[in-house]
Each structure stands twice: as C-alpha cells, then as structure tokens.
C-alpha cells in the first residue's frame, strides 16, 4: 500500500522457499527465451528487477498470517499522514472479505482510502498472497486518485499477469537483516523495490510503542529521490512510515479481524 512521492506511501501502499517443493520459480535470463529456472532458497534469491516469476497457485493459502504483515479479514488500520508541505491526510485501509483471482490465486483485497478534509483523495484496492512457506507477495492495485470529488487519474494500477506487469514480495516469511527484493514491477509505472534494515528496531506511534519491529528502506528507480523507511510490528503490520524530506505516516489505531 503505497503511491510514489510521499509517493511509496499510497497507490502502492503499502523467501525463504525451501528446496523441498519448488514453489516459486524466477525464470533466468532477460531475453524471450528462458536460459534456466532458479529456486528461491536464500535470502539472495528473492525477485529482483524485472525478472519474471511463475507462481503457482496451488502453493499459496487463503490466510495471509505473516506475523509483520498479518491481512485477515475485517482487520482495519488507521493512519494520519502529514506530507512534506505540512498537509495531514487520513488514511483508512481495510481487509475485504472477497477475494480476486489472479494467475489463479485467490488474492486478498484490501481497501485503502486516503481523505484531506473529509474528502477522498485516492480510492484503492491492492491485491495480495501468502505462499505455503509464508511469504506475502504483492499481486497488483487498481488506484484512482481524486481531485475535486472526480476521478483524476488511476496511474499505477497493474496486476501481475497482465501486460508484462509481475509480483513482488512485500513481507518475506523470514525478514532477516540485509534482504533485498522488488515489491512490483511494471516497467516506467511501477517499480518498488525494498530491503531489510533491521529486525530489531523501536517505533513509537499514537497506537503504542513497538520493540523488536522490522526496519526497511523503499525506493524506486524512478524517483531516485525517494526513500521511506517503514517500521513493521509483531502482529500489526506497518505501524511508522518516515519519508525523506521529513514526510511521517503514523498508526493511531488497530483492529485486528479474523
């Protein structure tokens, strides 16, 4: 769940896989032709760039339980957001019910809105899975952003699958110190990429005070300028994101669904 500027933090708002079962396969190479395949077996070998990735479905489950970003049903965050220029926004995200089929997964929606004022700024649904092993992979969005009450612009939706657009991982089942991964991919819209800082860090937030959270940095190459670092707590998710330039989105409330 995250938008590019204060950018990661909206439209896009927002592996360890063992040998054992070749769950998840990267398909080497960057030409039309596949030159190989490659397990995702170490904290080296999670999707990268624009490498494509065949998922299969039959390896993912309904529940998304990974402890740092945990999307059941009903759960409901509310965050305030305070950009670079000073203004505050309220941003709503909830987990829906129903479910999207993508590349056979059953995805779970969740439903992120973004107000100033009372008034929509930006509609969205993302669209997520949890593999077997536990790692959560980022399958798409459809965004609108609003200006005075009217869709103005739905630039950065994708969905993996489509049109060269291909998933990413936005929890991994094992986060550990140094991993790095790309959270999505379409090339010149969508091309978020993060990596571990720390599984060790503190946060404190209008909700309460976080130990032992997990600490990443999120960039994309399209705006080189941008960086967040984002703080995920123990059976929360994402409780503190920090924008270079002094951007700050902060959980000010929690219900956990089932």
């Known amino acids: 769940m995250h938008a590019a500027s204060f950018a990661l933090l909206r439209a896009r708002r927002t592996r360890l896989l063992y040998a054992i079962v070749p769950l998840v396969v990267v398909l080497a190479g960057c030409g039309g032709r596949d030159s190989g395949t490659k397990n995702f077996a ?29 999307l059941l049903p009903g759960s409901r965050w509310v965050y305030s957001e305070t950009d670079t220029d000073g ?42 899975g949890q593999d077997e ?38 929890m991994p089942a094992h986060p550990r110190q140094g ?5 999505e991919y379409l090339k010149g819209e969508a091309e978020d990429r993060a990596r571990i800082l720390s599984v060790d860090e503190r946060a404190e937030v209008p909700y309460g005070s976080f130990a032992h959270a997990v600490k990443t940095a999120e ?6 300028d941008v960086l967040e670092h984002k703080y995920y707590a123990k059976g929360v998710g994402v409780v503190l994101t920090v924008a270079k330039g002094g951007g700050r989105e902060e959980l000010l409330s929690f219900r956990r669904g089932r």
């Open 179 to 183: 991993m790095a991964y790309r959270q």
């Open 42 to 70: 170490g904290p080296q070998d999670l999707p990268q760039g624009s490498e494509p990735v065949s998922l299969d479905a039959s390896s993912f489950i309904r529940r998304i339980d990974n402890p740092y970003w945990p």
């Open 219 to 224: 960039t994309t190459p399209l705006e080189p």
């Open 133 to 170: 092993r536990g790692n959560v992979w980022y399958l798409g969005e459809d965004t609108k952003e609003y200006e005075e009450g009217k869709p103005a612009s739905t630039e950065g939706s994708w969905e993996a699958g489509v049109d060269g657009e291909h998933p990413g991982i936005v």
């Open 87 to 128: 203004s505050t926004q309220r941003v709503e995200v909830t987990v829906q019910a129903q479910t999207k089929k993508i590349l056979g997964i059953g995805a779970t929606v969740v439903h992120d809105v973004v107000t100033e004022d009372g008034r929509v700024t930006e509609d969205t649904y993302d669209w997520y």
